[in-house]
């Protein structure tokens, strides 16, 4: 059995996507833009812009997001806003998504095509935030989809009861299978996001009994993701933050989305992952997607020989059985198919035995999920 651990399906950029408006979502929408590694371009002659100058202050600022005609082109499928009367956009979301939007059909098809058999839908409030949206779509294709429950983490603070009492629903009612919880990947916070304030959340989080799926961040910093000791530094300490998580909650099933970021340890064409990024794996209960191409498809080209070493190292310091394949579906077909997100493991992968592709590309993700 095949089980992308990591795709999404959402409804149209400009609609309200489960925020309070069309307009607010729009606006995380912007602010999404603005960070992405993705090349901005000048739609008249396609040379390069910056996007930069969508959240002058930084990339999730929405209270001080540049005033630029921010908007969604339905029949093109991209973001367009216009700087000097010129119109310029990027493809952060890949090219051929009307509306961009990606139904559930849409990823069915996709799926059904590149042989996969199950996905689990993931969480972003630049895709939208609405439960119940992905509740309908787990209805719509039983045994195929399963999803994510979204977390409001910049509300957490101030908005306790209110959030956990929405993240309770999404389990207990809408029936969603697992926690996302983005680390500080939507708000500059100084406290570390395992206690204080967050304890409250976090004693409801971990009472629903449904795995929590982490995407640590490089920390209130903000800093990208490009290499730097700065990004380096700032995601292990979310590392450290997570386990001490993790010692509080030790019989949490938890994993760490899209793998490590890799364009933060790249040294030339190797991936050099220090000693230190291993430790929090000590926690049996923890897992990891191996999902490479939507992180760095950009650097190097299917079939990604350049990352069959960390996959190798992957699997002699985790160990298969907590490895699960996961794409960022529909974002990974900027760099490639979705056949050849499989096919450079499934392939490629030649120091892989029949038991270790069967675990990461379906059995450890049917294993954390309870199917």
Same mark, same amino acid.
């Given at each position: ?5 990591? !795709? %999404?399906?959402?409804?149209? !950029? ?17 602010? $999404?833009? !603005?960070?992405? %590694? ?21 990339k ?51 799926m ?5 058999? #199950?996905?689990?839908?993931h ?14 779509c ?18 957490i ?38 206690d204080?304030? %967050?304890?409250?959340?976090?004693e ?18 903000? #800093?990208n993701w490009? !290499?730097?000791?700065?990004?380096r ?9 997570? *386990?001490?998580?993790?010692?509080r ?33 000590r ?15 950009? *650097?190097?080209?299917f ?10 190292? *992957? ?5 298969a ?7 960022? *579906?529909p ?6 198919? %979705?056949?050849?997100?499989r ?26 999920? $309870?199917?």
């Amino acid at each position: 059995m095949i089980i992308d651990s990591h !795709a %999404y399906c959402f409804g149209p !950029a400009d609609g309200p996507g489960g925020h309070a408006s069309a307009e607010e979502h729009l606006r995380w929408v912007q602010a $999404g833009q !603005a960070g992405h %590694y993705q090349p901005a371009f000048r739609i008249r002659d396609r040379e390069p812009g910056t996007s930069e100058i969508l959240a002058p202050h930084g990339k999730w600022d929405l209270s001080s997001l540049a005033e630029v005609d921010f908007r969604i082109d339905g029949d093109a499928g991209r973001v367009v806003w216009t700087v000097d009367g010129d119109d310029y956009t990027k493809h952060y979301y890949p090219p051929g998504l009307r509306n961009c939007e990606f139904t559930p059909d849409h990823l069915i098809s996709e799926m059904d095509y590149a042989g996969i058999d #199950a996905a689990l839908l993931h969480t972003n409030p630049m895709l939208g935030r609405d439960s119940a949206y992905q509740a309908e779509c787990v209805r719509r294709f039983p045994g195929r989809l399963y999803s994510m429950a979204p977390v409001d983490e910049w509300r957490i603070r101030d908005d306790t009861d209110a959030v956990i009492h929405e993240l309770t629903t999404a389990v207990t009612e809408h029936g969603l299978h697992a926690i996302k919880f983005n680390a500080n990947g939507y708000m500059v916070d100084p406290e570390p996001w395992n206690d204080g304030a %967050y304890r409250p959340f976090w004693e409801a989080a971990t009472s629903l009994d449904v795995p929590i799926f982490f995407s640590l961040s490089t920390g209130p910093s903000g #800093a990208n993701w490009e !290499a730097s000791s700065e990004a380096r530094d700032g995601y292990l300490n979310e590392q450290r933050i997570l *386990m001490r998580w993790m010692d509080r909650y030790p019989d949490n099933v938890c994993s760490i989305t899209h793998g490590f970021p890799y364009r933060s340890f790249l040294d030339g064409d190797r991936i050099a992952l220090p000693e230190a990024i291993w430790e929090p794996f000590r926690n049996p209960n923890l897992s990891i997607e191996v999902c490479f191409p939507v992180r760095i498809g950009d *650097m190097f080209d299917f079939p990604y020989r350049e990352v069959l070493p960390a996959i190798e190292e *992957m699997v002699d310091r985790i160990g298969a059985d907590r490895l699960m394949y996961g794409t960022d *579906m529909p974002f990974q077909n900027r760099h490639c198919t %979705y056949r050849q997100s499989r096919d450079h493991i499934e392939n490629y992968c030649t120091f892989l035995s029949e038991d270790d592709l069967a675990l990461i590309m379906g059995g450890t993700a049917a294993r954390v999920l $309870g199917l």
